[in-house]
């Protein structure tokens, strides 16, 4: 089999090409994927290899290209190195050779691979992968409907929040997921870690830290305002007062720590038909209003300039999303 290029997982001292330069010979711990046996460029990130088919990989990207066509040898395997993490790596190359396959048909992407798409598919310049990226973030973060946290990626955790607050700022992702991210970060702050904290930038975390109380305030004042009445005035034409008033308290109790609305869809579930009539509106009324001024409690623009300056950036050429 001298023609089947050996797996790198059995090579000893694999002859790399004189272009690897860095001094590095040891041969990858992994195998990724994509890996082609047939391919005959190989990626290595990290510990990790990839092995690839060159010409769609120069079709995709003009910068791998001209790395590629540097090291050009016709008779032999072309090896790259990449210094991008192998997860990375392996998001933005799946995206390139299978792109139907990732994610599978009608789900949604994990973060980690929109956000690997989108920093890798602005820095070698692939279109298709940089927007894939870019959309699946911006849909997640939306300013359209403050119910939707989360749609277009799996799994939506307030570590995710952390994460697009500081892709904002390194790779220059749009403004508009910012509200929603800080909101997600404030309202989950019991499950943060002082670590997870300190991967913010420094002015978001102060902004995310000035902005807590006043949040806090306005989310009691104009969604929660009805919890704290009277017992005495309650509903009147309630039909089951001992339980739809412990709803009420406990929306009140576990809502109210920066805005956790999750409480208010868990505990309006035990009120009776006529509390529900009469509370639904307000505190929904309250979340749009709350919602309109959201960007402006942060010292964001508004919403429409947000999505003006989102509708934007998805609209450059893709080298400069
Ligand atoms: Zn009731």
């Given amino acids: 089999m001298s023609t089947n290029p050996k797996s790198p997982k059995k090579r000893k001292t694999a002859p790399r090409d004189e272009d690897d330069g860095d001094g590095d010979e040891r041969v990858a711990d992994r195998q990724g994927n994509p890996w082609y046996e047939d391919g005959k460029v190989t990626i290595r990130a990290g510990e990790v290899e990839f092995r690839v088919y060159g010409g769609l990989l120069k079709d995709r990207s003009e910068i791998l290209k001209a790395e590629l066509e540097k090291k050009s040898d016709r008779s032999r395997m072309i090896n790259l190195r990449l210094d991008d993490s192998a997860e990375d790596v392996s998001a933005f190359l799946k995206m390139i050779f299978r792109p139907h396959d990732y994610p599978p048909d009608g789900q949604d992407a994990y973060f980690e691979m929109a956000s690997a798409c989108f920093r890798l598919g602005r820095k070698y310049q692939v279109p298709?992968?940089?927007?894939?990226?870019?959309?699946?973030?911006?849909?997640?973060?939306?300013?359209?409907?403050?119910?939707?946290?989360?749609?277009?990626?799996?799994?939506?955790?307030?570590?995710?929040?952390?994460?697009?607050?500081?892709?904002?700022?390194?790779?220059?992702?749009?403004?508009?997921?910012?509200?929603?991210?800080?909101?997600?970060?404030?309202?989950?702050?019991?499950?943060?870690?002082?670590?997870?904290?300190?991967?913010?930038?420094?002015?978001?975390?102060?902004?995310?830290?000035?902005?807590?109380?006043?949040?806090?305030?306005?989310y009691l004042q104009e969604c929660l305002g009805w919890c704290d009445e009277d017992p005495a005035q309650h509903n009147r034409s309630c039909s089951k007062p001992d339980s739809c008033m412990v709803a009420k308290r406990r929306i009140r109790e576990e809502g109210a720590p920066a805005g956790r609305h999750e409480a208010y869809e868990i505990y309006h579930l035990k009120f009776c038909d006529q509390c529900e009539s009469v509370y639904h509106p307000v505190f929904s009324a309250g979340w749009e209003r709350l919602w309109a001024k959201l960007p402006r409690m942060f010292g964001l623009p508004e919403w429409k300039e947000l999505e003006q300056e989102a509708e934007t950036v998805t609209k450059v050429p893709y080298n400069k999303i």
């Avoid at 359209?144 to 500081?166: K, M, Q, V």
């Fill in 128 to 218: 298709a992968v940089a927007r894939f990226g870019l959309f699946s973030i911006l849909r997640a973060f939306s300013a359209s409907d403050y119910r939707t946290f989360g749609r277009g990626i799996l799994n939506p955790t307030p570590r995710i929040a952390l994460e697009a607050i500081a892709l904002v700022d390194s790779h220059y992702l749009p403004r508009i997921v910012l509200p929603r991210a800080y909101w997600t970060v404030l309202a989950n702050m019991d499950e943060m870690s002082q670590d997870n904290l300190s991967t913010l930038p420094p002015q978001h975390l102060a902004r995310l830290l000035l902005t807590a109380v006043p949040l806090r305030t306005a």
